[in-house]
């Protein structure tokens, strides 16, 4: 009988543990939630842009590059020193778009780390967030947490921090993403980085070898 009783206060022990704990976890959730919640007010007066293409260089260029790209991705962050390269070797006959295309199921943080980057745009330093992005790829792409670190990019971009995160994770911010991504998947893109060069489809072996670019392409095993 002894026994018996002893099991059943154990038993009890284990159940409150586990209802105390639950509560613990839906307390701090909403705690979280109330402590994350951003009054626009805060941010009225911040200059803002349009969520539009990201675009820069010649619209007359006689070469025209479009990058579909995930900001987690390596191979994609390889390619970014060549563009960057591109920009200064042929200057006013270059044009450059940059796309995402969020690998969503190899890289857990390519969605959010896309959304950084438009809602910096949003206060109009999209491609300064773009190359913070690629320049710190290790420090954030392993990251449970990786809002965190853009915040801190977006304070050393001396963007307005409440105004970056309430734009992260606005719909219209999450739909720019999205529209990109989607005509990656219509144009039958199998990886990233995939480059539409003067309209043609061009993996980045492709675009590298095309151009002749192989000089600028580090190959040093990490």
């Given at each position: 009988?002894?026994?018996?009783s002893k ?18 976890l ?5 705690v979280?939630?109330s402590e ?5 007010a805060?941010?009225?007066?911040v200059e ?5 293409a990201r675009v ?7 070469l025209s ?6 900001f ?17 070797q042929?200057g ?6 940059y796309?995402?295309f969020p ?7 390519a ?6 980057a ?16 690629f320049?710190n790829?290790?420090q ?13 990019y977006a ?11 309430f ?17 990656a ?14 309209g ?10 095309m ?10 095993e990490?």
């Open positions: 009988m002894s026994h018996t099991k059943r206060k154990n038993k009890k022990i284990i159940t409150l543990s586990v209802v105390l704990l639950a509560l613990i839906i307390v701090s959730y909403f979280s939630s994350n919640t951003i009054d626009p805060t941010f009225a007066d803002t842009f349009e969520l539009e820069k260089g010649n619209p007359e260029a006689e590059l479009v990058e579909f790209s995930d987690q991705c390596p191979a994609c962050q390889q390619a970014y020193p060549v563009v960057k390269q591109l920009e200064e042929y006013d006959q270059f044009l450059f778009e796309r995402h690998l969503r199921s190899i890289h857990p943080n969605q959010i780390a896309a959304q950084a438009e809602a910096a745009g949003v206060q109009g330093m999209f491609w300064e967030m773009h190359d913070m992005l320049d790829q290790s954030w792409s392993r990251s449970f947490n990786p809002t965190k670190e853009f915040k801190k304070e050393e971009l001396g963007l307005n921090v409440d105004r970056f995160e734009d992260l994770k606005s719909d219209e911010v999450k739909e720019k993403v999205n529209a990109d991504a989607d005509q998947e219509l144009l039958g893109l199998q990886g990233t980085p995939s480059f539409l060069v003067n043609e489809q061009k993996t980045f072996e492709e675009f590298v070898m151009l002749d670019l192989e000089e600028l392409v580090d190959t040093t990490e």
